[in-house]
């Protein structure tokens, strides 16, 4: 089967892609700016809003099924930049989702655990949204034009971590960057949520294509954490000093958008349909270590390099 994977760089696509090959998928690639010429399938780079672009990566692809994880997913920049926010976050996903329907093709979507204010927590998919900043709010805007155009789609509110392509993406690169440099940093005590890790997370996708799930589902850890909990815990899951990591509240972070406090979502509702439990945070900082211990790290990154690049910097040595 052909899945297009968008945003096929980043922190969930890259993983996404991996977990793809691994299930036997054939996996069409696409981002906005960087290319993977060490990867081991078709990839473009091309901006998905602009005009014609979509026809010519569906041409291109050809895809059975599309995962679109595409996004302008920094927070403060959306804040910066709503009008692009609103461009690649709501209208493209509208779109992308249009050519699916048209050509009868199932599409996954992703979107986040952020479309709720995080005052209560503990949410379902029948509780109301109420989006903080203009992240967010683009991203539920993009939901609602995913299943407006495809009764077909599904919609995936997530939150994950991992290993990304360039080592920044994710906020346990972050914890384990400062632990291993023996830098002191702050984790929030009054921020909670409910992190996959981003393998984790691709093979629960993949699982909903296979079973044809449409709508809205919380694809989200069972057991739920803080910021700083989490850091803490990654630090033992590593052998680093997990005094390094400073108990603080979000309020004193100096952050441009409102960041909503407790993401906490239920996966009831994916966890009946796929008939089974989804694995949670510790499972996923077990594995993501287990990853780091057995060189999936180096060869994620390696398709950031030319094969052809190494062949040629073994030929100068020589
Ligand atoms: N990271 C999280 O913890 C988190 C939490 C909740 C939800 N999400 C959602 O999960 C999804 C994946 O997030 P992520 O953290 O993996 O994102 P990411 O690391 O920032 O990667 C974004 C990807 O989208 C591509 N892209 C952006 N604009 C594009 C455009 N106009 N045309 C084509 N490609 C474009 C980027 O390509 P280039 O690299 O070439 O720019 C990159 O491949 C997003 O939908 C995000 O909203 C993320």
């Not at 945003?7 to 299930?23: D, K, P, Y």
């Not at 696409?30 to 993977?36: D, G, T």
């Not at 590593?238 to 406090?261: C, E, N, Q, S, W």
Request: hydrophobic fraction near 45%; proline fraction near 7%; charge should be neutral.
């Amino acid at each position: 089967m052909r899945l297009l994977i968008t945003g096929v760089t980043g922190l969930l696509g890259a993983n996404l892609a991996w977990e793809a090959r691994q299930a036997g998928f054939a996996v069409w690639g696409v981002a906005a700016r960087r290319p993977l010429p060490g990867a081991p399938f078709p990839m473009r780079t091309v901006d998905l809003t602009a005009p014609a672009a979509l026809d010519a990566v569906w041409a291109w692809a050809r895809p059975d099924a599309v995962i679109h994880t595409a996004a302008l997913a920094h927070v403060d920049a959306c804040e910066r930049d709503p009008a692009r926010a609103r461009e690649v976050n709501a209208v493209l996903p509208g779109a992308l989702a249009t050519r699916a329907a048209q050509a009868g093709v199932p599409l996954v979507h992703i979107s986040t655990d952020a479309v709720f204010d995080g005052t209560r927590g503990d949410y379902t998919e029948d509780d109301p949204p109420n989006p903080r900043n203009v992240y967010a709010r683009t991203k539920l805007e993009g939901e609602r034009a995913v299943l407006a155009a495809h009764p077909g789609a599904a919609v995936a509110r997530v939150n994950f971590f991992g290993w990304s392509l360039t080592g920044g993406r994710s906020l346990a690169e972050w914890f384990l960057d400062n632990l291993q440099a023996g830098r002191p940093m702050r984790g929030f005590t009054d921020v909670w949520f409910c992190p996959l890790l981003a393998n984790h997370l691709a093979q629960v996708l993949l699982a909903m294509l296979a079973r044809g799930l449409t709508g809205v589902y919380h694809a989200t850890s069972p057991q739920c954490t803080t910021k700083y909990a989490f850091g803490v815990a990654l630090a033992q899951t590593f052998g680093y000093d997990p005094d390094l990591i400073r108990p603080a509240t979000v309020d004193d972070a100096g952050l441009t958008a409102p960041r909503p406090r407790r993401l906490t979502l239920r996966s009831d509702k994916l966890t009946q349909a796929l008939g089974r439990p989804l694995p949670d945070w510790r499972a996923g900082l077990q594995a993501w270590h287990r990853q780091f211990t057995t060189g999936y790290t180096e060869d994620l990154r390696a398709w950031l390099t030319s094969p052809l690049e190494d062949a040629h910097a073994d030929y100068c040595l020589l």
